[in-house]
T-cell receptor, first 117, second 115 residues
Framework: GAVVSQHPSWVICKSGTSVKIECRSL??????MFWYRQFPKQSLMLMAT?????????EQGVEKDKFLINHASLTLSTLTVTSAHPEDSSFYIC?????????????FGPGTRLTVL | GNSVTQMEGPVTLSEEAFLTINCTYTATGYPSLFWYVQYPGEGLQLLLK?????DKGSNKGFEATYRKETTSFHLEKGSVQVSDSAVYFCALRKLSGTSYGKLTFGQGTILTVHP
């Protein structure tokens, strides 16, 4: 149980286009979902926290207009990278906390590799 | 702010060797401490955790003790297996007014175990 999926697992796009990444909790409802970014040989950096039905809370330095997060249901959150540029190339990871559970329980997706040409 | 520092990898060991991956943290108050493991192609999985000083987290033969006096949470295993090859992340969580469930991660340590 407690499986989180991400789609796509990898994506290549041209500079200036937008890319949407989905994060789904497959067998539980997630009140809170988190989006992280991971650079090579570096730690995961929290980008934003999203709660179902409300606006995401972005970490300092993360452009909310560039990284659009939507948490429309208790099983789905999406991250859209708008007008992507090569510096946005990275590994994006989501995690989800089950509804009714304290948010120190997070289940992680396998990640999405984004390459912007 | 909060931060976590792990020993740099990669770490390469032979099967049945003893493993230590050092982790130290900086945080005010009393954070909870975690070790996560990421196997190739999979998401991070919680390996063990400790929520207060002197607690010992353990799972699958791995152990880590929350040492407040040295602000450390070193991961140890007495006899590693090839299947333990993965990336290991140390992390902390500290509640504050705007940080519910927010995890701060170390940079990760790649472990490779050879037969």
């Amino acid at each position: 149980g407690a499986v989180v999926s991400q789609h796509p697992s990898w994506v290549i796009c041209k500079s200036g286009t937008s890319v949407k990444i989905e994060c789904r909790s497959l067998d539980f409802q997630a009140t809170t979902m988190f989006w992280y970014r991971q650079f090579p040989k570096q730690s995961l950096m929290l980008m934003a926290t999203s709660n179902e039905g409300s606006k995401a809370t972005y970490e300092q330095g993360v452009e909310k207009d560039k990284f659009l997060i939507n948490h429309a249901s208790l099983t789905l959150s999406t991250l859209t990278v708008t007008s992507a540029h090569p510096e946005d190339s990275s590994f994006y990871i989501c995690s989800a906390s089950p509804a009714g559970r304290y948010t120190d329980t997070q289940y992680f997706g396998p990640g999405t590799r984004l390459t912007v040409l | 702010g909060n931060s976590v520092t792990q020993m740099e990898g990669p770490v390469t060991l032979s099967e049945e060797a003893f493993l230590t991956i050092n982790c130290t943290y900086t945080a005010t108050g009393y954070p909870s401490l975690f070790w996560y493991v990421q196997y190739p192609g999979e998401g991070l999985q919680l390996l063990l955790k400790a929520t207060k000083a002197d607690d010992k987290g353990s799972n699958k033969g791995f152990e880590a003790t929350y040492r407040k006096e040295t602000t450390s949470f070193h991961l140890e295993k007495g006899s590693v297996q090839v299947s333990d090859s993965a990336v290991y992340f140390c992390a902390l969580r500290k509640l504050s007014g705007t940080s519910y469930g927010k995890l701060t991660f170390g940079q990760g340590t790649i472990l490779t175990v050879h037969p």
